[in-house]
């Protein structure tokens, strides 16, 4: 049996339920290597074309031929696209938009998670669907609706304002507790019930810990809405694993959406720019629940777009390493999105495995290629697992939510920030396990945390402190620990832990951008503020990093000032940083505190390449090039390619593009 | 009596009743050789100052008096501004806008063409204006409404919506059809009735279908609404051409709202940087309906403005290059907008011929210029066409409007495109005629569709077919016949007849900039791609003339592969082009096609210089330079400039912006 | 008794109302050196938790606490921000948004100037307040509400509905007098009836002189509600200064907001990039009321920010300078906006005197170096008056709404353009007093008038032809004199009294951008068109000051046509320009103008370095570099430093941002 899935977003239905192209899509799969495909996540009308009345029988047929050609399928629920009959019956179902309308029928997402005949319906829905095909062996996993998530300030209907009163009043019980943690005395703000709270929309100047609590409101309720029909499936026979496929953002609080889940489904959609930024999210992917499995469920063989295509480049060799690399990350699976061009109406200029008329894409022969790779890899893959345990850096949802709230510096984008820190250590033999601030930190000897804005994650601030004492070495900030929960500062520090823990003290701190300096490292390396420039007074057995200067045209106010120290507690210690690094300073860093944690790197490469050492039953390194250009890695002993069978050590040059499976000999 | 008209739209109204300013208005009429005005568009109140009574004195005498002073009228319907007491008694005669509420009074086109009530008191009132002047001699012409067309995604009041379902059950018959035609199976959008399609507005993600269908019945509902006025006016006596203004876009269609009105008006507004894209406008108006006259109702003599002049420039000379040059192309007039600055209110910034307080303008002097040039060469225009009729290119509304729904690529603007195509032809001696599909192809011998997304426009295709089979060499693509008229693809082509006809095959396209890529045309010449690019396999007898090639710093995947190809089809053969060639390669494939056809180009020129030829009792050229530089022709014989009696012969110059009239000798 | 305040805007009520750092705050208000605080602008619902019940112990507490050591207060109404009581109860005092909707509770200002139920609360809450501290001797002045002003259309809810039409009809007595003052025969837009006039809301194409006055009443209404609310303060005892802090926007009328206050307030935030312009609003503010003091009630110690701090910079001294150049200019104060950073919710983001936690910030020296200086120089200041008044330029908060609802040429901006007129006389020794036309003309012997569209603003017309005729020099233009106060054209002459009183003729004018040309000055000076060109036709006695002509690319239409002209007129005289002249030449204009008047310029300096005179029983100089690099100044004797002691005469040298006050010797 196949260790890895390659396989494709199926939409026989637009065709018609008699499956006219089915005979021909499946000759097209066999010949790529395909062998899962995900179909249904759409298609509620077909399944329940009338309220009650149902049709399986085309699905069972598609589900079937599949299987008889040894293609599996992963069943979608369809709650993202509810019926006509529904929303006409049901139009209170409909979210609230910005303009205070309810949306139309006809697109995507237009329903409420927080209704209850919606969720009823839906719930139902899934019911028929397990009763179906919970016992089919060729379902091998479920998704449930697709891509839930809220990108404005979302809904305002009664039920989720009823929600979101009764959210507040188990969370702060009293009205006095909410406006004092809100910090309501401040404008005549404070209310006089839980009742008055107002939706947050964007016409209104609205409370910053107010947009932020329902932000995570709405996260929280489509994540309860994943879990009523996770639940529905599993008490209607499913065994298979169960996700939501989810997206490159922190809108939508991934750790909670996936807690009840079996499996991590994740979507991406990168170009010639920006490839490497999806390693970040595979990272983060695959320690997210590290005790399930990670699946890719959505790329593109090539363009993206809907009724056009956007002006992105996809060059020659992008379809297969844009396809491979999620396996370097632990992903079992990897599907296109889509296997056929839709025939008309939304989405029809959007790349894909074959035309509308079944014809193959340009590039169906790297696709071809990216089998023959898997064929020859994946029992080494399915034996190791991606990275070295010992050097971790925390991305949160939870703070990626308060920065979208209050962004501290103009134009601080959380996601880009964070993965262009993750970026800083391409090359450098020191790539870290990207992980929620939830997981365990056993393993874990340095930990980064770039602009961790609060410590206030469940018991993360208390885990984090004993294992400094026990011996952790963490790099913090700048714009770490600064916040509580509420998204409030703290009275007597400007942090919650930090200076307390280190006997650090900070002066001021201010935005980069609102002063002139320059800061020099330890290192004799020299960079330009980033981010925030916070001034630290230190004490005895502290040691100074970093110290800002005036830069070449002006005196700075900061001239001679510390900009980061290292802080011995107890066993271990804390590099605190009051701005951030540039790349080769951030590489700087992450030495010292590997040499404090008595840890070494692991291969060296050109920044252009990403060599994952496979650590397990076996060991070697997966090597891939991710910015189009020529690069070499330094190996450390003899390798053998899984796909070549050649033997290598020394420098491997990679061609642009250029992916490799290595094992160790 | 004059065969041209010099005139302007003229509002003494807005000065009062009592015309204060009108004995001064002529003066300067008659001094700068003023032959036709433009009069009551907007001046419903002042005809109808209460609901049923009527005041047409002040209009009399306006008309009267210019006919004594030898300046004729255009007489226009006020259908664009109702009077207060009309929106104020009828409320539901307002459009719903955007935001789902009513417009209100106080701008203009605020009615919706589709309200009963709305277009009874239009065409009352045009019925009045009909009696009154029907029977006038002086009023040479009729205007209806102004500029009628719908910007946005237009009104979803109840009886445009009621008039919207009415349409589909009679196109589509049954909703199944309707769902069907539309691919609506997609994310259960199925609707159970007609009366459940929702207005396609912009805060949804709504379907191109449904888009590009209420975008076509936005256009329909008003040329219904200009039918009915014209069909008053004729009811009640008019029997002087009726027209409507039109604009230089494509989202209301002109050849179904001219089809039955008399005469081709057309407003436009050019400046330094774009004046050259007026001609491909004035080509396509003189071929819009051959046998009614073509006139320009609306330019400036200078600044465009409403409440600010915008900052484009004017020099000296523009004024009279842009009001000759809609003569070149078949126009029997040119009305400035507008004669006399308005004294408050909106678009009082605007450029006119004289200020608010009567004084001339800087460049009245190049009126008087026109005037005097007008005068030596209307006989000579007015017994000539322009244009030889053997080369076309197509230009449809129709597709226009389904680009609007769905643009393909990534800001594609058809419009801006074919102009840039039409362009390449300058200089050339290979000026096509603009053409709509609706026109007759008999004369045509070759014919250039560029991104004609669909041919089903009525009998287009099957013409189309036959006059290829007849000998006709057509010149298609990229983006051309690859939609039906329900912007649905093909099911078992990528085309709707091309690979048919042709015997080509597509093997995958995908847009231009996905993909890096140069092209080598058959002629040598070597390009980039542009807009999309597909790949073709040819087979016995075809002709490649072009191939993609890797560019100078990738490889392409469309390395090697045909990019352009001649078939050969009954007497005729089709080019079809895989990407769009630039200026150079298109014109080096009209001259493959002329060759094919047997035909000859004219005389040459720089490309900044219109050659437009002459042809009829007598012949000639009119030249015009248009990019505001010197610029010179090659002259195939001698010619006799009209304005100075000069013999020209062998190589012409003319000065920036120069015009010359030229009979051939 | 200290002259001069030192503040800032105190919030002690968001960190409770026991005052928990109240102790800290003042120790930190002692090491600076300040001498005031601003407080409970936004705390009504402290003072008054339930309707009815109040509560200012806590207030007395702060007030007291602050005297005792020192510290004087400025008590504010709260009017900006009503309680969630009040808005719970009274819906009807929300304003009505954009949308069309009610604005909610959370931000400020969302409730409208217009409903009698909000005015009675907030005159109720003022009444309250005056009683408590109209007699304490700790209280020395008062704000009323903050910030007030429109930033969009406004409020069109039925109070303001009803109002407006009340203003109308008062103002115009029939509905035909505003149809006719209005030009509403244009586009049969004319009103059956006050009541059918609407709001003037952006989704429609309103007409311009419907948006001027709609901006002018709410502005006027925001004027009306601070003076009920100044009389309800003096009416219960308060006889300390009243004012309001109003913006460096002309939305807001100042001299209408306060002609019934006692004291000019004023906020600006200006950065390392704009920081000159603040210069202009200081002259601005001393000279709006000249027999009441001049507060500047906000800026900033660095930052601005709300949930973000922008990238603006604020270099090494910025605090230093920025702090005090309001005193250059007469104002008596300076207050920091704010004390203390917010510890949570909106605008935390922002610079403040301490954190949070009560850490002073890095500037914190510049701070005292503030108080050092002051100290030094207070008896100088208050001794003296800011500049000489025989030069002024008019600045208009009228026209600057008119330009608003007609901005004329795009992207006109009233205040940039006459920011940067006056910005054309640093340097020169010719600063202008900045002045509103209602001000007297009686000591000024040469007044400049840059785009002040109307002349049309009580009196101004008739003084100023007086004030001419009396021997006044007057530089009028361009765009000066242009439109009536209804924003209407006059009907014989592009002017209301230029050419009528100077005899002067305007051939024609248009956009600056719209022609090619260059101007030369009399001087020699050849420069580029700006804004607008006029051309004008002089006649015996006039003296031409510039000519347009063709720039080196293009011909010019206006090639050898005058620009600008000297027109004498009874005893004085107008300088009329037709274009806006560039520094050089607008100084050569001045210097023109200060020969025909015979008055002298006074010492020169670097453009970048500020010379302020100050004039009375003493006098002397505040020098002020503001562009931050060094600047020197050409003393024309000998002064003494007045924080340092030294002499200096001949050149000076300022370092950037260099600040001295020179006491003459």
Redesign the interface.
């Known amino acids: 049996m196949k260790k890895t899935y390659l396989g494709a977003a199926f ?1 026989p ?2 065709y ?2 008699d499956l006219p192209t089915l005979k021909q899509d499946i000759e097209f799969m066999k010949k790529g290597g395909f062998n899962v495909m995900r179909i249904a996540e ?5 399944m329940e074309p009338h309220d009650g009345v149902y049709d399986f029988e085309w699905l069972h047929t598609i589900v079937d031929t599949l299987a008889e050609n040894g293609i599996k399928t992963i069943m979608c629920t ?1 709650s993202a ?5 529904f929303t ?1 019956k049901y139009p209170e179902a409909l979210s609230i ?5 309810r ?6 997402r237009h329903c409420c998670s927080n209704v209850p005949v919606y969720r009823e319906y839906s719930c139902r829905i899934a019911e028929k669907l397990a009763k179906e095909f919970a016992n089919d062996p060729a379902v091998i996993g479920w998704q449930l609706d697709n891509e839930i998530a809220t990108f404005d300030r979302g809904c305002s209907c009664p039920d989720c304002m009823r929600a979101f009163h009764t959210r507040l009043r188990q969370k702060f019980g009293s009205i006095e507790n909410l406006n004092k943690a ?11 019930s839980f009742e ?1 709270i ?1 939706h ?2 964007e ?8 947009i932020s609590e329902y932000t995570s409101f709405n996260s929280d309720s489509h994540a309860d809405f994943m879990r009523i029909q996770a639940e529905t499936l599993r008490a209607n026979g499913v065994t298979a694993p169960i996700g939501t496929d989810m997206m490159p953002f922190f809108l939508q609080s991934h750790p909670k959406t996936t807690a009840p889940l079996d499996v991590i489904q994740f979507n991406h959609y990168n170009t010639l720019d920006n490839l490497w930024v999806s390693t970040f999210w595979f990272n983060y992917c695959q320690n997210l629940k590290p005790d399930v499995p990670f699946w890719n469920t959505e790329t593109s063989t ?2 993206n ?12 060799g992008f379809c297969r390493i844009n396809t491979l690399l999620p396996f370097a990350f632990g992903s079992e699976m990897n599907c296109y999105w889509l296997w056929r ?6 989405e ?2 959007h ?1 894909s495995v074959i ?3 079944g ?5 169906f022969n790297e696709i071809e290629q990216v089998s023959a790779l898997l064929d020859k890899s994946e029992d080494f893959l399915a034996s190791t697992k991606a990275g070295r345990p010992d050097f971790a850096m925390t991305a949160s949802c939870n703070t990626g939510i308060m920065f979208i ?8 984008d959380y996601i880009k920030k964070i993965t262009e820190a993750y970026h800083s250590f391409f090359g450098t033999g020191m790539l870290p396990q990207v992980i929620e601030p939830c997981m365990p930190l056993d393993d874990v000897k340095v930990l980064y945390s770039p602009y961790l804005m609060t410590l206030e994650e469940g018991d993360f601030a208390a885990r984090l402190e004993k294992w400094i004492n026990d011996g952790g070495i963490w790099i913090a900030g700048p714009l770490t620990d600064i ?1 509580n929960s ?9 942090y919650g832990i930090l200076e307390r823990i280190t006997g650090i003290y ?3 701190g ?2 980069a ?4 300096a320059k800061v020099v490292w330890n290192s004799g390396l020299v960079g330009d503020t980033d981010v925030w420039t916070d ?1 630290f007074t230190l004490t005895d057995g502290m040691e100074s990093l970093a110290t800002y200067y005036s830069n070449d045209i ?5 001239d001679g000032l510390t900009a980061a120290a290292f802080c011995p507690v107890g066993k271990g210690g804390v590099i605190v940083l009051g701005t951030q690094p540039d790349a080769a300073a951030m590489a700087e860093i992450a030495r010292y505190a590997y040499a404090k944690a008595g840890i070494d790197p692991g291969v060296t490469s050109d920044s252009n390449v990403l060599a994952i050492e496979r650590i397990g039953e076996r060991n070697g390194l997966v090597l891939a090039e991710v910015e ?1 250009r020529a690069g070499s890695v330094q190996l450390d002993g003899s390798y053998r390619d899984l796909a070549t069978g050649n033997i290598h050590s020394g420098t491997v040059e990679l061609r ?1 593009y250029g992916f490799m499976v290595l094992e160790k000999l």
């Not at 759409?42 to 077909?46: E, G, I, L, P, Q």
């Open positions: 939409y239905e637009v018609g339920k759409f298609s509620w009308s077909c369809p696209t509810p019926p006509a009959w006409k938009d910005e303009s205070g309308r949306k139309q029928h006809g697109a995507r809100w910090n309501l005395n401040m404008w005549s703000q404070a209310y006089e008055d107002p947050p929309d016409r209104t100047w609205s409370n910053p810990s107010l090539s363009f777009g809907s009724a056009a295509i956007p002006a992105a480049r996809y060059p020659l061009s839709h025939p008309s109406g939304h029809l200029m790349g035309t509308t008329q014809r193959p894409l340009y590039n709230a209050s962004p501290t510096v103009e134009k601080f916040r509420e998204l409030a500062k703290y009275p007597d520090s400007p900070n002066d001021f201010m935005s951008a609102s002063i002139p001034v002006e005196p700075s106010p900061l189009h642009p």
